[in-house]
């Protein structure tokens, strides 16, 4: 069904891998020996071949433009001579919508509106579909209650349209249906005359498979509320409502802390032009009860650290509540691109009354190619940077999480003449050592104030909030490391450093998601992690520099002094840390967004001068190779993995496909 969402050729090129795999065993060399293509050519088709499996099809995951093989049509004719399978499967991947090759039409090598000449199969078979049809027939089904996430729509050649719903009936009972027994609408306003119809079955044989085996999982969970959960997964898919799908979610939320958590379903809507249809998507996932050990132990610190920080309990909650938030290891994740972690359900009436899950992907953000080169890290920082970047990155990222998004309160007026803190005695800002003059008024929230930098600046601040408590050998102590005595020269100064250097490294690749054009970040994390850069900079000393010996900075190097962590990082940081926190405690919009825009500022060197070289040094974007589980003749679950190599990728899906 993915496949099928990114292009109409998707699901032949995806056939014709399968076919070669097929035709030679596995064995390349020997197709290439048999076909007489060289073994440049067998390998130009691999790289195709994982750069296609890693993204569900032939359009980038992440960026939505089509990608082709460097292998020639020509050579490729060669290879599939091996068996008239793959002839043919070559033949029909080649003939259905733009083939594997560049199209004639430049706007279709994007994904995107059709009226704007770009492929979208969430329009399918739909040309002149526009834009504003699009929306109104949007309206009127949002009016009618009908979400669109597991729909496509189609423009008829007569101008009517078609909701084409997944389901696995294709005529399920009207007391199935989310809408009964209406199944068709007289459309009006711009598209008076035309008529839109529900038609159900869209995806039938997959979605008739998935609520079968749904069914059987059902017997496998773990407790009634999973079990409910599985038995509305089962009802969504086989009859097409979503209002099951909601249902599904509610108790997905209900189900804390399992062992193995998975969702499924059609979840995240970027792929859609129009942002309202999701792609299919399913994951399954086992706890890492070590990483959640240290993470409950670092929440059961919350009461000693919070008072570490630079702010008095005046600018504190109450009482701490720490957030939603799990640690993953991904056994596979089935959908066009694996992200490093989730926050769903998307649904905003769940999300408001029942919550959400915030969950990180560990074996996703260490994943790592084997010996991947690690730009702008010093040869003799190289070796403890390898050894001790994923123990610096999870106790980043638990402290970022937990301590970090977990701190903070809003002083607010919450209903006229009410106030959460002493209006006659206001607290005194570290900052001016003055009462404060500035707060939330009634209706105002953190978001509505700070607009537009407001995600960018709460990441920051949780990220400084990692930079500093990681400084408390207390908390490196709960992670495995050191004893918990300030210790530069042990394991834990060693972990202690290589977080500080992981960060000062982020902020130098930071520069790719800054665009020259507009000036503009374009991505809230590293735009944090910049300003965090910088501070480091600012700090005196030469604690931190970055520089190049070339003068085109070719070999541009981060310095980082680890004796000076403590003495001026720190110090540094947590300066920067109290701005951010009492301007958004205080709802300083004017001074939060001046300080904000001036340190994540990119000036000529930088943007300039340093960016081209970080744009050049980047890093290729991963694909996964995934295990898989094989159900045994004796019942039990065995893991099969798979080399971390083009040939493994197609292997794994080859054996998935059975
Ligand atoms: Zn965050």
Redesign the pocket.
């Known amino acids: 069904m993915t496949l099928r969402q990114v292009s109409p050729e998707s699901e032949p090129i995806y056939d014709l891998i399968i076919a070669l795999y097929a035709a030679c065993k596995g064995d390349w060399k020997a197709l290439a020996e048999k076909t007489g293509a060289s073994e440049d050519e067998v390998n130009s088709f691999l790289e195709y071949a994982a750069q296609f499996l890693g993204n569900c099809g032939n359009y980038k995951g992440f960026g939505d433009s089509k990608f082709i093989p460097r292998i020639s049509g020509e050579a490729l004719s060669k290879l599939v001579s091996v068996s008239e399978e793959c002839t043919k499967a070559l033949e029909k991947a080649s003939s259905t919508g733009g083939g594997l090759y560049k199209t004639k039409e430049p706007g279709m090598m994007h994904l995107g509106y059709p009226e704007n000449g770009h492929l979208s199969t969430y329009y399918p078979d739909s040309p002149y579909i526009t834009k504003e049809e699009i929306t109104l027939v949007g309206e009127l089904l949002e009016k009618e209650k009908l979400l669109l996430e597991n729909t496509r729509l189609r423009k008829t050649p007569s101008g009517d349209f078609e909701v084409l719903i997944a389901s696995g009936v294709a005529n399920p009972p009207p007391s199935d249906r989310d809408l009964g027994d209406v199944d068709s609408f007289d459309l009006g306003g711009k598209l008076s005359g035309k008529k839109l119809k529900l038609v159900y079955g869209d995806h039938l044989n997959e979605m008739a498979k998935i609520a079968v085996e749904i069914k059987k999982a059902k017997k496998e969970a773990g407790n009634d509320i999973e079990k409910k959960m599985l038995e509305e997964y089962a009802r969504s898919f086989g009859t097409g409502s979503i209002q099951a799908f909601k249902e599904s979610q509610r108790n997905w939320i209900k189900d804390k802390g399992p062992m193995v958590e998975t969702n499924l379903g059609f979840v995240e809507t970027y792929r859609d032009p129009h942002g309202v249809r999701g792609e299919w998507e399913g994951f399954a996932a086992m706890v890492n009860l070590e990483r959640t050990r240290a993470f409950g132990k670092l929440v059961e610190s919350a009461a000693s650290m919070i008072p570490k920080l630079p702010w008095s309990k005046d600018f504190e909650k109450d009482e701490f509540l720490s957030p939603d938030f799990t640690s993953l290891e991904v056994l596979s994740f089935a959908g066009s691109g694996i992200p490093a972690g989730i926050n769903i359900p998307n649904y905003d009436d769940i999300r408001q009354n029942l919550g959400f899950k915030n969950v990180s992907l560990g074996n996703v953000l260490s994943a790592k190619a084997p010996n991947e080169p690690i730009p702008f890290i010093r040869e003799q920082d190289e070796p403890l940077f390898r050894e001790f970047r994923d123990a610096a990155f999870e106790v980043q990222v638990g402290i ?2 937990l301590l ?2 977990g701190t903070g309160k809003l002083l607010q007026e919450t209903s006229p003449g009410v106030y959460n803190f002493d209006i006659k005695n206001p607290p005194i800002s570290p900052i001016s050592d003055k009462p404060v003059s500035t707060w939330y008024k009634p209706g105002q929230t953190w978001s509505s104030v700070f607009g537009s930098v407001a995600s960018s600046y ?2 920051c601040r ?1 990220e400084c909030v990692a930079m500093v408590l990681s400084c408390e050998f207390e908390i490196l102590k709960l992670f495995g490391f050191g004893t918990g005595e300030e210790d530069m020269s042990n394991k834990a100064g060693d972990v202690l450093y290589v977080a500080y250097l992981q960060m000062a490294r982020a902020g130098v690749a930071a520069l790719e998601y800054w665009d020259p054009k507009s000036s503009k970040w374009g991505q809230i ?1 590293m735009r944090a992690r910049f300003a965090i850069l910088k501070t480091f900079m600012e700090a005196g000393d030469k604690f931190v520099e970055v520089k190049a010996t070339k003068e085109d900075l070719s070999d541009l190097q981060i310095y980082l002094d680890r004796s000076k962590i403590l003495s001026h990082g720190r110090p540094a940081v947590e300066k920067l840390l109290q701005k951010l926190h009492i301007y958004k405690s205080t709802a300083d919009v004017e001074a939060g967004t001046k300080l904000y825009n001036e340190i994540t500022h990119v000036d000529e060197w930088w943007g300039g001068k340093a960016r081209p070289v970080v744009l050049d040094k980047k890093t290729p974007r991963k694909v996964f190779v995934q295990a898989n589980t094989v159900l045994q003749d004796d019942g039990k679950v065995s893991l099969k993995e798979y080399e971390p190599t083009l040939e493994g990728m197609v292997q794994s899906y080859v054996e998935r496909n059975v």
């Open positions: 970022h999480e970090g998004h709460e990441e949780a994390h």
